[in-house]
Structures are given as C-alpha cells and as structure tokens.
C-alpha cells in the first residue's frame, strides 16, 4: 500500500474557512456532466454531498442546472476512487507503489523512449473531460519535455469535420444566439437532453410556446426535441447531406439567398449557388425520406425569418458525410445572412484553445499533416481516434510506442473496443492518469491516482459564448483524499525527476514573482526570450515560480496567469470592455471571482473581429466538399443489408447518461440497464415487447440487451445509450458497453470521425434460457 500523500495545500479550504469565521455553508463549483459546465453551489456534509443546487451568481447559467448535477455525490464519494499509484505486474495484475517509486519508474521508462526511439512515438491521449482542463495545460509541459508530436482527445471523434470546415469558411468557431433566434433548427441534437447552451430547457419551451418562431429539428428519430418542433424533418438515418443539399437548393433555387450580406461579407460564393442551382430537391427528398415539400417550407421559413440560428451534433458528426453536412450546415446559415445580429450565428472570443496548440501556444503536429503509420488526416492538431490503434498495431518504423492517457477511458470510449485493448496491449508502456480504476487501467502499466474534479482548482476551457463570454475558475470544495494528487502537482513532479529545467534558471523568476505581478510578468517575458525552451513547458515554470508567491493552496492556479496574459494579447479591446485592463487584472479577477468572470465584452458588430481573414470576409467556396454535392443525386444512401438490416446508434444520450465519469449504476433514478430502443413496427414483426431482451450483433461483437419499445424510432432504427457498462467495485456492470458494437472503417472519409450513429446491426428475440449473450 502506498502512504497517503497530502499535496502542498492540503489543509487551505480549512484555513480559507477559519479566515471567513467558519465552516461556509455552499462551496462554489461548477457541474462537470457536459460542456455547459453551469454553475453550481455544493452543501457538504463531512465529504459528503449533501445537496446541490444552480448558483444564480454564475454569470453564464445564472442559477440554471438540470437534474443530472444533483446526483454528483455518486462521483465524488463512490468506491471506484484510486488512493495509490498502481504497477502492472508481469501476470497483468497490478500493486500498489508509493509515488517516489511511480515518478522514478515513469519518468526513466519515458525518458528511455525517447532517447532510443524519438520523442514522436510516444502518443499523448486526454487532458481533460466535461469539466477538467486544468490539469491537461499541465500536461503540455511534459509533452514538450518529452519532444511529443501526436496528441489527440475525444473531440477528434465528434468535432474534427466541423473544425476543418470553420476553419477553411472564417478560421474560428460558431454558436447560435438561439435565445433570440425566431427559426431555431437542431441537425443531429437533443438539447432536452444534451443541453450545450446556456438554458437549454427553458429556451427550448419558450420557443416551443411563441407562436411567431419556429423550432426544426432534423432528425430519425421522435426525440424530446423533436416532439417540441414545429417542423419535423424525420429523416432516415445517414441521409443528413440529402435532406441539407435539398433544403439549400430551394433557397438558391427559389432565389431566397441575402445578395447583398453574400456581396459584402463572401468570396467564393458564386461557385457555391452554381453547385446548389443543380441540386435535384425532389431526388435528394426521396433519398432522405422526406416529402418534398415539407423541405420546401422548412427552406422558406428559415430564409425568410428576421433571424436564424443552426446547431449540429454527434447525430450528424458520427454518421455518413459528416464533414459535407457541417458545411451544409453552415451554407445555410451563410447564403441567408443569418450572422452577426441578436437572433444568428457568430464568431467568438476563448479564453484558452481546447485543441491545436501545445502548452504556451508552441506548435504540435497539425495542419496540412498525417499520421506517420497510416496517413490520416490530423486536424487541429488532433489524431482522428478511429486511426490510433492501427498506428499501433503496425510494423512501421515510425508507429506509436507509447501512450499516456490523462482523464480519458479510450478502452471504453473509442470505436471497436476489442481492438483498441490489443493495441494498448502492444505498446511499450502505457500511462494512465484517473481517479478510477477503469477499464483503460486495466491495461495500463502504470496507473497514478488523481484527485477528484471538486478536490482541486479546475476549470474549462468551452468558453464559446458571445457578446460576454465567460470564464469560471473553480475552487476545491474539498481537500484531496489521501493518497491522490491534483494532476499539476503530479506534472510537476515527473517534469523535476526528468531535470527538464536547471533550478537556477528559475530562481530569478522565482525572486520576481514574490516582489510583485508587475516585476513577474516583466522578467517572465524576458525570461522567454532568452530561454525559448520555456515557452512549451510554460505551465510548469509558471508553477514551480509564480505558483509560489500565491497564496496558500492556490499553486496549480499559475498556468491560468499565463493564459490571462495570451487572452489579454488575443482579445485587448474585449478584455478591457469586460473591465479588465491587462492580463494581471484579469487573472486578479479570475481568482477574486470563484462563481465565474466575463473575460471578453462585445458588440454585435464586432463580430466581424473574430473572422481570421485580412478582408474580415468568409472564404465560402471550399472545393473539396462542393465536388462531393452533384454526386449525392447520384448515390444511393446505405441502408443496411442482409445480414445487418438495421442501423444502430450507438451511444444515444438521455435522461441518465453522462459519458463514464460517474461508475455506480445507482445514480441512474431510471433507465438502470440503458434499453435498447426500437419501433413498434419492428418490435411486432420480431415478437419482443417491453421488458423482454433481444440479442444486438454487428460485425464486430453481439450482446444482450433489455428492449424498450417505443414510436421514439422509426423502422430499421435501433437505439442504445452512452455510459454504461462500465465496471463498479460493489455492484458490477449494467447495461451495454456501445464500442463492444462498434467498428474502426465506419468512418468519414475525410475527418476520420466514427460512425457512432450509424452501426450496421441485427436484432433477434431472446427466448430460451440457453439464449446467453456472446
């Protein structure tokens, strides 16, 4: 057993209570359960969660939450928490060790790596969840120590198409006004239940109750979303690019396109209206499954609406086309002018890049470049998921040798499973940083225990709102338990055992940084330009220096002074209208405000800032994807076969799915095996019923499953949840493990992203007692 290790400041939330005249009744935190990250308020009792509640002070959610947050104790205080670091044995069993015995080995099996093979062939996965980005700034440090260049994280499996195509039409990211918007339109999204802007679900009820806007939804199924619409397009799954290329062809067709936004704010756009002047609207309905004139008024009242707003997610981001439909998406939205007023869509400021930069802004692998094993596209910085294991699972000179994982679960959460468990089986060494022994642990040779996302400083880094966009520091609300280690702290340590940098070197820095925020940013940047190496391992000088002179506990914060100061350099006028006149200033703010602070202040017409192109013009015409739209009218969709008549999604969100980060089945009120979802129709002609169980096969696997019959899904479409099956200490696994279903070649040919949404499958009724799943 290792010894209960207490980090440097363990011990300050009680003396920032004695400082306060007591034990504070609500501590300050945030949920941690999807991107929204809305503010909340935590009452303990001991460790315990007693309750929890919206914080009306967070200037984003302003008191808002949904259900899921008040069952958060169930992650905090469950029995799936590590307290010592573990070691793989040769049997695959693993022992505990303490964390001197853990730093050494590590760092000497890394280093090793490194100087034999290349720093390149260790493969960096994670940094970071919903709610934990903190720690992944940390990270960087130990990638640019280690001379790393492959990195990537779950958005390469969901948000990679839709990068590269904002990247080629304005070179940023959007999101809709939808609180003001009078034609909303969902493409592959639920936000009943996945939320992803402020006040989901009172935006979507007003919208539902005004007469005078209109809510879309193009989706397979009947979701929660889809009940509430006004217009329905039901789509049959995969046909997303038929359904958006008939929607654009009526408004190009019917002339509904803004001529003068397109002639102020566009190049390129011509070649696009050619391309859509084509489009047969009666063939792409019939491709899609929906009448064609139901698309023709969904066209009108989105071009003719004083303002319009479009939201993609996984629905279409891991199906068939997935890069094409986000930039049909987007054409939408472009060719009827819908940017940059209340009510559109628009560009943003962000406090921190979640995605194509390494620590200090330092460049990773990225643009323009491929995989060194396969050759698969890497956008912003990120390897696509569905290609890291064949760049394992290869004899190529240049293959990955190493992995380290940082609050990730790929072996649960990644296309095929069982694949992805052989090529972690391959490496040389795999290192993973979790709070859980997870099914990743499992095959890790090492497995370092991180403290909770309420035991330390986290924040994240989906700042992605407009005209204030906000930023949330978050306090511990509770000490580490014994034996972990917030991941800074556990950064810092490897990076000290691999003498990356000569303590000497900082001392100067160190000095400075106890004389004042004036002198430290002064010698910082100077320190830069003569020790350019500190530019990638920045968060680690930040807090082995400035993290020093803070005050007690609050160490792990410095890298965010480093990032204050880049958002400060990025966005000067923003950040000075949000009342902050420099980089200090806004880190000071940062900290004084643990219920959230607005970084950047707009105006509606500064949006045009946030275009990355000298003329502020969208470069509309992007050739790649306009080749692909004549051949649509050509194509036939797929839509199973033989031996897999049905289509599965896999990972479908609901009302008790929250990735894997909570283990215990027991936080699910309803739901607590994740049935599988089917149609009336299909379940009649199969002879199942609710409650019965069904065996689902793919190519890659078969499992058992517990049957909900519902209108929800339409013939052919089947449905199973995200989140389970994952393994608890007390009360086991419940429920299907999606990727156990899943394949590697279902892919866009483009991002590489998984067709999550799209599985080939067969159900057959279980009906015997030798009916066991496979």
Known sequence: MSEPVAPQGTGALAARQAASGGTAPWKTSACILCECNCGIEIKLDGRRFERIRGDKRHPGSMGYTCEKPLRLDFYQNGRHRLTSPLRRRPDGTHEEIDWDTAVREITQRLAGIRDDLGGDKIFFYGGGGQGNHLGGTYGRALQAALGARYFSNPLAQEKTGEMWVDGKLYGGHTKGDFEHAEVVMFLGKNPWQTHSFPRARPTLREIAKDPGRTMIVVDPRRSETADMADIHLQVRPGTDAWCLAALLGVIVQEDLVDRAFLDVHTTGVQAVLDVLAAVDVGACAQACGVDAALLRTAARRIATARSATTYEDLGVQQSPHSTLVSYLNKLVWILTGNFGRPGTMFLHSSFAAVAGASAGGAPVAGSGKRTPGTGARIISGLVPCNSIAEEILTD??????????????????????????????????????????????????????????????????????????????????????????????????????????????????????????????????????????????????????????????????????????????????????????????????ILARPEGVTFTADEWDDVWNYVRRPDRRFTVAIPELLAQIPELTHTAPGWGSDAYPFVLSAGERRSFTANTIIRDPRWRRRDREGALRISPQDAERLGLADGSRARVSTERGSTEALVEVTDMMQPGHIALPNGYGVDHPEHGSSGVAPNELTSLHYRDSFAGTPWHKHVPARVEALTGADDSPA
């Not at 990644?414 to 099914?439: I, K, M, N, P, Q």
């Not at 004042?516 to 100077?526: I, K, L, M, Q, V």
């Open 396 to 589: 190529h000179p240049d293959r990955f040798r190493a992995m380290w994982i940082d609050s990730s679960n790929p072996a649960h959460s990644l296309a095929d499973s069982r694949r992805f468990r052989e090529a972690l089986d391959a490496l040389d060494l795999v290192v993973l940083v979790d709070v859980a022994y997870t099914e990743t642990a499992r095959h890790a040779d090492y497995v370092l225990p991180a403290a909770s996302q309420f035991e330390k400083w986290e924040c994240t880094f989906f700042n992605v709102e407009f005209p204030h966009n906000v930023f949330q520091l978050r306090p511990p609300a509770l000490d580490p338990l014994p034996g972990t280690l917030p991941e800074a702290e556990i950064y810092a340590r490897l990076l000290r055992e691999l003498a990356v940098v000569d303590p000497s070197t900082l001392e100067p820095l160190t000095r400075a940084a106890h004389q004042g925020r004036d002198a430290f940013t002064t010698a910082f940047f100077s320190a830069l330009q003569t020790h350019p190496e500190f530019l990638g391992l920045a968060p680690y000088v930040l807090y082995e220096t400035l993290g020093t002179a803070l005050p007690e506990g609050h160490q792990a914060t410095a890298a965010v002074w480093g990032l204050a100061q880049l958002c400060a350099l990025s966005h000067p006028d923003a950040v000075r209208r949000a009342g902050h006149v420099d980089g200090n200033a806004l880190f000071d703010a």
